[in-house]
């Protein structure tokens, strides 16, 4: 049976660096004696096809802010942070246009697609680090999109933040959705991404909880240094630390509150990872193994969206602790330094 080559036209929903990942699989596949190859090749084709009908219904809509007018009704930057600034996260979701769930669709189809060729590349080359390599990257790439969307949300959601920068927000936010990432988007995502990375090859030693060895294990993988240095600041807010000890640790303050109260209750100053797991059921980060074993991306992904929703749940509760987490803090502060300067 004859496999059709791998090609890509100029609309396609992969980016450069997808592509190229994709020509390293393909032709590792291609070339391998494995007997369900060209079955593996017919399923990625036609996952290849499903994608490219996503983001071919995506271009029907118009771009958010293409249509701007409908009878009386004007629509623009200002509504649309009016709207979002609103919403909850019980209705957000009613308020978004139909480009922005159709991106979002297609942000997971992609996803979903690479957490495909991850397995198959286990199938078929399952020494291959490299090749393994290269596709837990563009998983994570998408893992890492998709977060950027939910970090922009959620400060353009929150009205004790300035309407400058919610407004800078809600623009990069329809820059996503559009397909045409604003200039801020790809200025931060790639410090994001270096943040992620680092964090997620980060094993943590629970110690006094003060997480100076994870700041310096962070630096040597690799976490851009700006995140450190923001953290570092001597106007650092009580919060934004508390979200930064979170980020390190790897649990909720609350959690790390019980921990201290455990050493102060056992005159202790630190606790041994086994300790803390035994006190929190949980803490423990999954090994190698484990995060083989379960969706590939999930790990990170919920790494993030635990400290959100706690965040999130302070913020309506007027609860102590930080009302975000600290990549949002980190955010917060990269669009403050980099506000619009054109007009609404």
């Given at each position: 049976?004859?496999?059709?080559?791998?090609r890509f036209?100029?609309?396609?929903?992969f980016?450069?660096?997808?592509?190229?990942?994709?020509a390293?699989?393909?032709?590792?596949?291609c070339?391998?004696e494995?007997a369900?190859?060209e079955r593996?090749?017919?399923?990625?084709l036609q996952?290849?096809?499903?994608?490219?009908?996503i983001?071919?219904?995506?271009?029907?809509?118009?771009r958010?802010?293409?249509e701007?007018k409908?009878?009386?009704r004007?629509?623009g930057?200002?509504?649309?942070?009016?709207?979002l600034?609103n919403a909850t996260d019980?209705?957000f979701?009613?308020?978004?246009?139909?480009?922005?769930?159709?991106w979002r669709s297609?942000?997971?189809?992609?996803?979903?697609?690479?957490?495909?060729?991850r397995y198959?590349s286990?199938?078929?080359?399952?020494?291959d680090?490299?090749?393994l390599?290269?596709?837990?990257?563009r998983v994570?790439?998408?893992?890492?999109l998709?977060?950027m969307?939910?970090?922009?949300t959620?400060?353009a959601?929150?009205?004790?933040i300035s309407r400058?920068v919610?407004a800078?927000?809600?623009?990069?936010?329809?820059?996503?959705?559009?397909g045409n990432p604003?200039q801020?988007v790809?200025?931060f995502?790639?410090?994001?991404?270096?943040?992620?990375?680092?964090?997620r090859?980060?094993?943590v030693?629970?110690?006094?909880?003060l997480g100076?060895?994870e700041?310096m294990?962070?630096?040597?993988a690799?976490c851009?240094?700006q995140?450190?240095?923001y953290?570092?600041?001597?106007?650092?807010?009580?919060?934004?630390?508390?979200a930064f000890?979170?980020?390190?640790?790897?649990?909720?303050?609350?959690?790390?509150h019980d921990?201290?109260?455990?050493m102060?209750?056992?005159?202790?100053t630190s606790l041994?990872t086994?300790?803390?797991?035994q006190?929190?059921g949980?803490?423990?980060e999954?090994?190698d193994d484990?995060?083989?074993?379960?969706?590939?991306g999930?790990?990170?992904?919920q790494?993030?969206?635990?400290?959100h929703l706690?965040?999130a749940a302070?913020?309506?509760r007027n609860?102590?602790?930080?009302k975000?987490?600290?990549?949002?803090?980190?955010?917060?502060y990269f669009?403050?330094?980099?506000?619009?300067d054109?007009h609404?």
């Amino acid at each position: 049976m004859s496999t059709p080559p791998l090609r890509f036209g100029p609309d396609t929903a992969f980016t450069q660096k997808e592509q190229d990942a994709m020509a390293v699989f393909w032709e590792k596949l291609c070339s391998s004696e494995h007997a369900e190859s060209e079955r593996y090749q017919t399923m990625c084709l036609q996952h290849i096809d499903r994608i490219h009908s996503i983001r071919n219904s995506l271009e029907l809509y118009p771009r958010v802010f293409a249509e701007k007018k409908l009878g009386h009704r004007n629509r623009g930057l200002g509504t649309l942070v009016e709207l979002l600034a609103n919403a909850t996260d019980a209705d957000f979701e009613m308020f978004l246009p139909t480009r922005a769930m159709l991106w979002r669709s297609l942000t997971m189809a992609r996803l979903n697609f690479w957490r495909l060729l991850r397995y198959l590349s286990e199938e078929f080359a399952a020494t291959d680090s490299d090749l393994l390599e290269t596709v837990d990257a563009r998983v994570h790439a998408c893992v890492y999109l998709k977060l950027m969307d939910e970090l922009l949300t959620s400060l353009a959601m929150d009205t004790k933040i300035s309407r400058p920068v919610r407004a800078t927000a809600v623009k990069s936010l329809t820059s996503l959705w559009d397909g045409n990432p604003s200039q801020n988007v790809k200025e931060f995502f790639p410090l994001l991404r270096a943040v992620w990375d680092a964090r997620r090859n980060l094993r943590v030693a629970v110690g006094t909880m003060l997480g100076v060895s994870e700041i310096m294990r962070l630096l040597q993988a690799g976490c851009a240094p700006q995140f450190v240095d923001y953290f570092s600041r001597h106007n650092m807010s009580v919060d934004e630390g508390l979200a930064f000890q979170e980020f390190l640790i790897g649990v909720t303050t609350e959690k790390i509150h019980d921990l201290e109260v455990l050493m102060a209750d056992r005159g202790q100053t630190s606790l041994t990872t086994e300790e803390a797991n035994q006190a929190l059921g949980r803490f423990a980060e999954p090994c190698d193994d484990e995060q083989n074993n379960a969706a590939i991306g999930v790990h990170t992904y919920q790494f993030h969206r635990e400290r959100h929703l706690e965040a999130a749940a302070r913020r309506l509760r007027n609860l102590p602790g930080p009302k975000h987490t600290a990549e949002e803090y980190m955010l917060y502060y990269f669009l403050q330094e980099h506000l619009d300067d054109a007009h609404e």
